[in-house]
């Protein structure tokens, strides 16, 4: 019987499933959407139980159709979002529903703590911006608006940290993901008491669960777990990848000539960077990277193209292919129409929100939808530009995600940026990623390294459009004007209020 490799990715919208031989050709994928349950504003949700019944039903599927047997599967990998925060409680229950990266309700923590000084205090030990979504503000929140909640927690994880121990039985935060939560330290690759103790919720520090690797072999499929999915009871489990970095992987970063930039709820700009550095331009986010002494750099807000996903089901379903074909059929650049795509959070200060700006009769569907697609793209341009401040000889940007497979907005983005665009062709990212780190646990390569220069793949290129480039050098001019504007507007409201 063949052998194959199963990665699973936990996203903000889907649930997938991939099967892959030792040679990464796809096989098969199984894809199952997730709810994000809002009960009130600023909140996203997921319900814990239905996460793990949507993980299991989907590897089941991906085993019945594609007439695999559970027993040729020799390891497993999870990719999964970022941040947001797991909780089980002293009988390892899920203690609540889970609280998604992209959830607000602790703004008003984060800037009391901005007030106080805090971010400062923690970046030189974290590396990380203090964000509404951090596990350690999420956690704060608990504290001071669930304290019941709070007192029963038994055990602090992520995504993918609670999806493999519901397949294995075994705790743990894998290190990619949790570097990136304001309770690791960066330069001693440990969690530091006295992160918890600054935030005010060092009675957590119990509750972590040991780091593992990403391609450590964590545990193995339970019998239960067997039952349910399809799989073997015994089947190697890897810590797994913050999707990230899987990402990186997948686009094949391995220096500091190229970036990658991740198009989906997030938006991202990620490089490979082989030391810390103090005093730079931004206040950079770092992660760890899953080679030994290299580091994952990036800049990120949650401004990408979940902001055509919310308009779009507003409007009535549109497909993409059509979204594209009306966003094509307008002149680059020529629409007075803004989008400022702030629907899940902003890059331009916490306050900040979404909406059109330019609007008149005269504009149609298509003027909006063209402006969705280029205030997306400007917004990546405010993470792509200060990340090449950075990486100051980038010579071309790999980007992936959904948007990837619009030519219309990937030439969009080659003719703002001016960058050469590179389209890694590996239809899910996640998936492929969460597999290669299996295939690294169980020694099919000896190391990721290895396999990135073994599995190649095709990459298509986009060059940019000198003409379209300046013009579009200049709406994007007027784009950080409309931001400036409305951060005075902001202000002058919060001193009205004093």
Request: one cysteine or more.
């Amino acid at each position: 019987m063949n052998d194959f490799w199963l990665g699973i990715d936990c996203g903000g919208t889907y649930l997938k499933a991939g099967l892959y031989n030792s040679q990464g050709r796809e096989v098969a994928i199984e894809r199952q959407a997730l709810q994000t349950i809002s009960p009130l504003p600023g909140y996203a949700e997921r319900d814990m139980t239905a996460l793990w019944r949507a993980c299991a039903e989907t590897i089941a599927a991906l085993l019945r159709r594609s007439g695999i047997d559970g027993r040729q599967v020799k390891g497993v990998g999870i990719s999964a979002q970022g941040k947001g925060l797991f909780l089980l409680d002293k009988n390892d229950r899920p203690l609540g529903n889970a609280i998604l990266s992209s959830d607000r309700r602790a703004m008003a923590i984060v800037q009391r703590w901005q007030r106080e000084g805090l971010p400062q205090k923690l970046y030189p030990f974290t590396r990380q911006t203090l964000w509404t979504g951090h596990p350690l503000s999420l956690l704060r929140w608990v504290k001071e608006n669930a304290p019941q909640r709070y007192a029963q927690i038994g055990c602090v994880m992520m995504g993918h940290d609670y999806l493999r121990w519901c397949l294995t039985g075994v705790k743990g935060c894998e290190e990619s993901n949790i570097s990136e939560s304001n309770l690791y330290c960066m330069t001693t690759g440990q969690y530091d008491p006295r992160l918890t103790q600054w935030s005010g919720i060092s009675e957590i520090d119990p509750a972590l669960s040991p780091i593992v690797g990403s391609s450590q072999i964590s545990g193995e499929i339970t019998s239960q777990a067997a039952a349910i999915t399809g799989l073997t009871a015994g089947t190697p489990v890897v810590g797994g990848l913050f999707d990230v970095v899987s990402t990186a992987i997948c686009a094949g970063l391995n220096d500091e000539h190229t970036l990658n930039a991740v198009m989906g709820t997030w938006a991202v700009t990620s490089g490979i960077a082989d030391s810390l550095r103090e005093n730079e331009a931004h206040p950079y986010v770092y992660g760890r990277y899953v080679n030994p002494g290299q580091y994952i750099v990036h800049e990120a807000s949650p401004t990408s193209s979940g902001n055509l996903e919310w308009l779009t089901a507003q409007w009535g379903e549109i497909g993409f292919s059509e979204i594209n074909r009306l966003v094509a059929s307008l002149p680059k650049a020529a629409s007075d129409v803004f989008f400022l795509p702030f629907l899940y959070g902003s890059n331009a200060g916490l306050e900040m929100t979404s909406g059109f700006y330019g609007m008149q009769a005269l504009h149609t569907r298509a003027h909006l939808l063209q402006a969705v697609y280029e205030g997306v793209v400007f917004s990546h341009m405010t993470h792509l530009n200060r990340m090449r401040e950075r990486f100051t000889d980038v010579r071309a940007l790999r980007v992936t995600g959904g948007p990837a497979h619009s030519q219309v907005w990937m030439q969009m983005l080659a003719d703002v940026s001016g960058l050469p665009v590179e389209l890694p062709q590996v239809e899910e990212t996640g998936c492929f990623g969460a597999a290669i780190a299996a295939l690294v646990g169980t020694g099919e390569y000896a190391d990721f390294r290895d396999a990135q220069q073994t599995l190649n793949y095709e990459i298509d290129t986009l060059a940019p459009d000198a003409r379209a480039h300046a013009a579009y050098q200049r709406k994007y001019h007027r784009y950080q004007m409309l931001i400036t504007a409305l951060q005075g507007f902001h202000a002058r409201i919060k001193e009205d209020a004093l």
